[in-house]
Each structure stands twice: as C-alpha cells, then as structure tokens.
C-alpha cells in the first residue's frame, strides 16, 4: 500500500480550501479566543434585544469558525493517522470549542428563566429569524430544565454520558481475549475480523464453526457486559426521570419533535411486513438447501458470482451520474462537481495511515463537504460513493440555502439523502444491466440491504426498548432478561415459528455485540432513514414526486423545520401507512424477480 506522500495529489481532498497557511490557522484561534473573553460579559443582561442579538452572534461565529477549524485539523489527521501534529490541532481545536461552550453555558439557563411570552416575542422577532429554531429547542425544553444549582450539577454528571460505552468499547477491542481457530486451513485467532469474514462463507461447518467460538467468547463475558450495558442504560434513564420526561423513550421522541406514539407506529408498521422477510428467508432456505437454516446461515451467500465486475472510480462516478439523470440540472451538475476530483470534495484511494471505511463532513459551513473514501474497484465502493455524495450533497445545499443556525440537520433525517442515492444506483443498474448473473447479484444485494437496514435495525429497536423498560422498573439487566428478550425479538423477526430458522441459545448473546445499544434510542432512525429514502426515490423515479421539491422541500431545508415535517415537505408522511406500503410492495417485487431468474 502507497504511503501518504507517494498518493497522486489529484486523487487527494484539498484542506488548503480551508486555510491557505498556518497564519490563518492561528488567526483563527485569536477570533475564538476574543469571543470567549466577549461572551461572558453578557452575563445577566441576556433580557434586552441588542443585547441578547449580539451575544447570540458571538456565541454562533465562534461555533462557526470552530468546526472549520476542527474540520482543517481532522480531516489532515485522517488521511495519515501517524503525524502528530494533526493529532495535537485536533485536540487544540476541541480544547478551544469546550473553553467557549463552557464560557457560554450562561445562555440558555438566563433564557429558560424568562417567561414563555418572552421567549416567544425574541422568536417571531424578525432580527432574530435565524435562531428561531434555537428558540424552538429553548422552549422545547423549557419544561424540562431544572434550576441553575441543579443544572450545574448535571453539567458536570455530563462528563459520564458515555463512561459504560466506552468502557466497552476499550474492552470489546483491547481486553477481551479471543481463541484460536482454524478455518478452512488457516489458523487465527477469532475476533471480530475473524468473525466479519467467515461467517459468510460457503462452506456451512465453516459458519457454524466461527460462529460456535465467536459467541462462546462473548459468552464468557456476559456478565461484565450485561453490567456495563445495565449501567449505560440506567443512566439515560435517570437523567430523563430527573429532567421530569415520562421515560427515556418520551424524551427522545420530544427532542426529535415527534409525535410521542411514533416509536411504536414505527414497530407496528414493520412488524406488519415480516411476512416479505419471511418469504426471503424460505426462498434462501429452498436455494441454499438447507432444511434446518440456523441464525449461523444468516450471512450465507444465496446467489453466486455476479460480483466480478471491475468499477474504477471513474466508472462508479459515471454511474452515479447516470443513476441521477431524473433529477434537475441544478443537483446533477453539484454532484458531478462534487465527485471531480479536480475541485478537492474527495479523497479517493487508501494509504498507510489513513482511517478505514468511508465518511463525509459538512461541519466547515463556509467551505464545500469532504468525503472520505478508500475505493477498491468493487461493488460496494460504486455504493459507498453514491451514499456519501447524498451526504455531500445534503450538507451543500442545507449550507447554501439555510443560516448557519439551521444548517445542520438532524440524524434522525441523516441517513435519508445517502440511501436515496445508493437506492437510484441500484435501481439504475438493475435496470439497464443485460447479465444476468449480475441482476441477480444487484437484486439480492438491494434484498439484503434492506434486511439489514429496516428489519434488524427495527429488531435491534425492539430489544432496546424493552432493556430500557425493565431497568425503568427498577430492575436489573441479567444475561439471562437479556439473552431471553434479544432471542424473543430475533425468533420473531426471523420466523422460527415457521420453521424458517432456528435460533441456537449460544447466539442469543449478539446483543452484546452491538456497541449502538449504548446510545439511547438511536437504531430506529436507520429504519426511518431507509423507509424514508425508498419512497422518495421510488415517487422520484415514477415521477408521482417532482425532484424540485425532494431538493426544495428537504436537501435545502437544513433544521429549518421538525425533522418530521421537513420529510412530508420532501413528499413523504413517516406518520402514514403509505411510506410502509411501498417499502413492503418494492420488496416484495425484488423478491419475486429474484425468484424468477433463479
């Protein structure tokens, strides 16, 4: 593998359109050390309107420069982890963001302590129409904030948010100890990499065998791990019984401005369509010819080869391009600048150093998004630059046609623009592609994909919610609740009522796996986002949605709006049936053309 200085500069992101020089760089920092010092001084005074206006401008400018300075610095140390000098502004730019939060940290407790009417004349005042949303979060939570001693105290309790995940995380990767194995002639050990590459194999006794020993380790920890989940659960669960929310679900559900019986119309709407997933599931059990399909089969692959052609980045661009022809010149020609390497958006191959996987980071509002790639020429690489220039593309326009108060959308909407994307690849290639061998693999890959993304994440939701229920009673996390709730969801989901596939006690245990259950409600967003994408895309393509008013109503709109509402703008009602029905009959019809060519 190339190292970082050995790269062709053309195939590299441009920081320089950030900063030209460290000159810059440092002037930076003065402007947010001068608005640290000014920010304070408008302690007390916050009840007049100059006065707050101008407090409120500080305080935003000085976020403002911050995650371009946070983004300068992160974005240089990703793409070769081993210079510290990266490592050291990042941390600078982190230590400069904490010292102005914290300067600033009078502001909202003083804006709390006025009354409704107040607050409410500063919002529909038109001086202050860019922070309207903020004044929205103000009395959001005006309810559920406490007074100023208590609120110092849960500040500083809010250092220990994170401490049981990342307690796992550094276990889960550093200290937990993992057999050795062989397989198929190797000998490894079998960690997670292990796991992640064998238990897709063809061979069956294979799958059974890494599984076997993966989940016997996880096994031998289950009481550490039950522990430090109970712990991370208990303690989202009690800063929402003292913030005086029903529970921890109705908190998330008021802070994503959601009708409070979302969560479970979510539930009930995919429970509804297990039957597709189940009929999935007894076609991969007749193809495979598996009889007795166990939850080690789940990763199986059912159609053979497909996957053998070449996309170079030049190709997967091309095709991302075509993928967007229904769209309207103005989005086409963003996201053809977008993937040009030429205009500095991407950087696009791996190197020694260099982080894994792929991201994009819109934070620096006054600069274009970066997206990181590490492209092989396969596949998935194709897909991943279609999902991260929906990101890309998503941070571009809520940037360009929002203030910066109300550009940063929210993750409950995130996941929406990437998937959009992928979804219009995949539909493109199915379309127009004359292998068969490879319309089967697209099929199936679109199949899984949304097996992934709706059903497991909505089994994953399921569980959650009912850890967060059994600790809300006063209870304690066993592994045994816990294996018996997380088999409950899996044989559900997985139809083991129906014979379809039998769920070993052993793996019952893969909740201990899953490092988003340490993050308070967060996996049903996925399901939303993939719902979500799949009908747009789908109302796109057939025309039923004009591709002006998925770019006006929701790429634009930034968090100019509920999360929620800027959806139904877009052309999509998560609170309907109808998002449902079209992510079921879509299945349902990808299914039955993969049946057909098998």
Known sequence: MLKRNEVDPKNCWQTSHLYKNEEEVANEFQCIEKDTAEIVKFAGKLGEKETLLKALKISSDAMRRGAKLQCYADRNRDVDMSVG?????????????????????????????????????????????DFSRYFDAILLNKPH?????????????????????????????????????????????????????????DNRETRKKIFDVFWKTYDSYKNSLAKMLHYQTKYYATVAKIRKYADALDKDMKENELPSTFFYTLRD?????????????????????????????????????????????????????????????????????????????????????????????GMAYDTHPYVLLNHIDDYNSASTLAHEMGHAI?????????PYE?????????????????IMLINRLIDTTTDKEEKKFLLNHFIEMARATVFRQMQFAEFEDAIYKKVEAGEV???????????????????????????????????????????????????????????????????????????????KAGT???????????????TDIAPYKTFEKIFTEKLQQLKELL
């Open 85 to 129: 000098k990266w490592q050291e502004l990042s941390g600078m730019a982190a230590a400069a963001m904490t010292k102005m939060a914290a300067a600033s940290s009078f502001m909202e407790p003083e804006l709390l302590s006025y009354s409704e009417e107040k607050l409410l004349g500063f919002k529909n005042d038109p001086d202050f129409s």
């Open 145 to 201: 904030t406490l007074s100023e001693p208590e609120e110092k105290i849960m500040a500083e309790f809010g250092g220990l948010a994170l401490g049981e995940y990342e307690t796992y995380s550094t276990f889960s990767s550093a200290d937990m100890k993992f057999p050795e194995i062989e397989l198929e002639g190797e000998k490894m050990e079998a960690n997670i990499q292990t796991y992640a590459r064998f238990r897709q194999s």
């Open 269 to 361: 709407n995919v429970r509804a369509i297990l039957p597709a997933l189940h009929e999935y599931l007894a076609l991969k059990k007749e193809v495979l010819n598996i009889p007795d399909q166990g939850y080690h089969d789940i990763y199986a692959t059912m159609v053979k080869g497909g996957n053998s052609r070449v996309y170079t980045y030049e190709d997967s661009v091309k095709l991302v391009n075509e993928a967007m022809s229904c769209m309207t010149d103005e989005y086409r020609k963003a996201i053809a600048e977008a993937m040009d390497p030429a205009n500095g958006w991407v950087d696009i191959y791996p190197n020694e150093g260099k982080v894994s996987g792929a991201y994009m980071e």
């Open 394 to 402: 998503h941070s571009y326009y809520s940037n360009k046609f929002q």
């Open 406 to 422: 109300k550009s940063q959308y929210t993750i409950f909407v995130a996941e929406v623009a990437s998937t959009f994307n992928e």
């Open 477 to 555: 996390l066993t592994p045994e609740f816990l294996n018996g709730i997380y088999g409950q969801t899996l044989s559900r989901y997985y139809g083991e009522e129906y014979g379809l596939m039998k769920i070993d006690e052993l793996y019952k245990n893969e909740w201990a796996f899953v490092p988003h259950f340490y993050y308070n409600y967060y996996v049903y967003k996925y399901v939303v986002g993939f719902i979500g994408a799949l009908s747009l895309a789908e109302g796109v393509r057939s025309g039923k949605i004009p591709a002006e008013q998925y770019i006006n109503g929701f790429l």
């Open 560 to 574: 100019s709006k509920p999360p929620i509402e800027i959806l139904k703008d877009a052309g999509v009602d998560m």
